[in-house]
């Protein structure tokens, strides 16, 4: 099969390799129809993130929709021609954290001894035109949705559940702070759970996709006052109930404190290219802020799957751009430099 293959960082290639085999771990395996490409891929490229990958050679992509193809004899779920999407993480199954339903934050993470694998991340992903994958990573999506949708339904998935640990009730002002891919699912989100208000913060040109997709306003990151502009549109000039916080750079860490109310949730999916120190913890602490991380998802793949199918979630306004899997160096110069107002950028097998 052909496959995107990285010998290193910045050292990558197309190439012809063998297909994939299954085994006790990876027990499906799919013919891939369509792949993003995510903001975590050129990172892994460049080996930047450290631990992704653990090992040279290896394959990235994880946002991907395709067909089944082969099952091994344990698998009850699927069999082939079913058409399915997947999630990154498959968990160990047996830990704290699996047992509770987090398999996200599996305390096995990393260790391919016990089971667990992260697609695309820890073990080969999608940016080839067949995968092995564990078959509970999978899922099913609707009639309705095409394959390009469908290769969007994880990172809807992880946008959910950065807008559900904001614990948003109806009528909650809500501030999303970035207007990229997860910040513009976020806040279309926000709205489809009852939110009174959404406030888009990002830059100009993608306000006006969050405008469209539902943002009752929008303010452009780069004006120097963003923090009073949310709160002047708030009641009283108290701050919203809930942000969340979609950029990840130390600037807009410290703006989700200062623009959410007492007693109010910040829920960060974004995360910062290095450590800080800069929180306000005292702020955190005296006005009973809720401080939350959302990494990844867990348990929110079907859902996101019925809000695109349903067309609560809009997935298909985010694809700039399409091409072959054939033309990937085009496709990722394009993701990668943010051409042409680039936001997903989809590849077609």
């Known amino acids: 099969m052909k496959a995107i293959v990285l010998h290193g960082p910045d050292n990558w290639s197309m190439e012809t390799i063998d297909s994939p085999e299954i085994d006790d771990v990876e ?10 490409i995510c903001g975590t891929d050129p990172k892994i490229f460049d080996g930047h993130v450290d631990g ?7 394959t990235p992509g994880h946002e991907w929709s ?9 698998v009850g779920r699927f069999e082939p021609g079913d058409e399915v999407f997947g999630e990154t993480h498959s968990g160990c199954g047996f830990c704290e954290m699996c047992r509770r339903g987090r398999y996200n934050l599996c305390d096995n993470y990393g260790d391919f001894s016990t089971g667990h694998r992260q697609i695309g991340h820890t073990m080969d992903g999608a940016f080839a035109e067949y995968i092995s994958v564990p078959a509970d ?24 559940q950065c807008s559900v640990r904001g614990n948003i009730q109806p009528g909650d002002d809500v501030a999303v702070i970035g207007t990229g891919t997860v910040g513009l699912l976020c806040l279309q989100h926000a709205k489809a759970m009852g939110a009174g208000q959404v406030i888009g913060i990002g830059s100009p040109a993608r306000n006006k996709l969050a405008e469209k997709l539902g943002a009752d306003h929008t303010i452009s990151y780069k004006d120097d006052n963003v923090v009073e502009q949310v709160r002047e549109l708030t009641r009283n000039n108290v701050g919203v109930d809930v942000t969340l916080e979609a950029a990840g750079n130390e600037t807009t860490f410290r703006q989700s404190v200062d623009m959410t109310r007492k007693g109010g949730t910040v829920s960060l999916d974004g995360i910062p290219k290095d450590d800080f120190q800069a929180i306000q913890v005292g702020e955190i602490v005296k006005q009973e802020i809720d401080f939350r991380g959302a990494r990844a998802h867990a348990n929110k793949a079907e859902p996101s799957a019925r809000m ?8 298909e306004a985010l694809i700039t751009h399409q091409f072959d899997f054939e033309e990937f160096e085009e496709a990722f110069d394009t993701f ?9 950028v989809v590849l077609n097998f």
Do not use: M
């Not at 999978?138 to 992880?158: H, K, P, Q, R």
């Not at 695109?308 to 997935?315: H, I, K, P, Y």
């Open 27 to 36: 027990n499906v395996i799919c013919k891939v129809k369509a792949a993003s």
């Open 52 to 58: 992704w990958p653990p090992e040279y050679p290896f």
């Open 66 to 74: 395709g067909t089944v193809v082969e099952v091994g004899e344990d």
């Open 137 to 160: 990573a999978l899922y099913e999506f609707g009639e309705n949705t095409s394959w390009e949708e469908a290769s969007l339904l994880d990172v809807n998935a992880i946008a959910l």
């Open 308 to 315: 695109v199918e349903n067309r609560q979630t809009d997935v």
């Open 336 to 344: 990668d430099h943010r051409k042409d107002g680039a936001i997903k």
